[in-house]
């Protein structure tokens, strides 16, 4: 009998979106401004600004920048992991799709039976 060992779950930081964005704003507000304006503000592109403007940037953004960005990178990966972890929830107890696993979170939050790796998940994902 072979042992199956599930993969470990994408970790997120304890950071939320919005504690990330708040960070970036209060840190990095004046080098986006004056290095970064008109650069679409989705985080890829936000990030390969402030890294060609590296020399360019204020003490405090330099400090933060690639952290944040690194949180909401794993929180958006700790959110995709909760289709994988929670697929059995999602479908048996919830009557859900994993295509649209954001529309399953209530009842995944509140229901019975759900599974510790599907709690993790959801915990590393922010949605408790």
């Given at each position: 009998?072979?042992?199956?060992?599930?993969?470990?779950?994408?970790?997120?930081?304890?950071?939320?979106?919005?504690?990330?964005?708040?960070?970036?704003?209060?840190?990095?507000?004046?080098?986006?401004?004056?290095?970064?304006?008109?650069?679409?503000?989705?985080?890829?592109?936000?990030?390969?600004?402030?890294?060609?403007?590296?020399?360019?940037?204020?003490?405090?953004?330099?400090?933060?920048?690639?952290?944040?960005?690194?949180?909401?990178?794993?929180?958006?990966?700790?959110r995709v992991t909760v289709a994988n972890a929670c697929t059995r929830e999602i479908v048996k107890?919830?009557?859900?799709?994993?295509?649209?696993?954001?529309?399953?979170?209530?009842?995944?939050?509140?229901?019975?039976?759900?599974?510790?790796?599907?709690?993790q998940a959801m915990d590393e994902a922010g949605y408790r």
């Amino acid at each position: 009998m072979a042992l199956s060992i599930a993969p470990p779950l994408a970790a997120a930081e304890t950071t939320s979106f919005a504690d990330a964005a708040a960070l970036l704003a209060k840190s990095c507000a004046a080098d986006i401004e004056s290095n970064c304006r008109g650069v679409n503000l989705d985080s890829n592109r936000l990030k390969e600004c402030l890294s060609r403007n590296r020399d360019a940037l204020s003490e405090p953004c330099a400090a933060n920048y690639l952290k944040t960005f690194d949180a909401i990178q794993k929180r958006i990966a700790a959110r995709v992991t909760v289709a994988n972890a929670c697929t059995r929830e999602i479908v048996k107890l919830c009557g859900g799709s994993t295509k649209e696993t954001s529309r399953s979170i209530p009842c995944l939050t509140t229901t019975q039976g759900v599974s510790q790796r599907c709690n993790q998940a959801m915990d590393e994902a922010g949605y408790r």
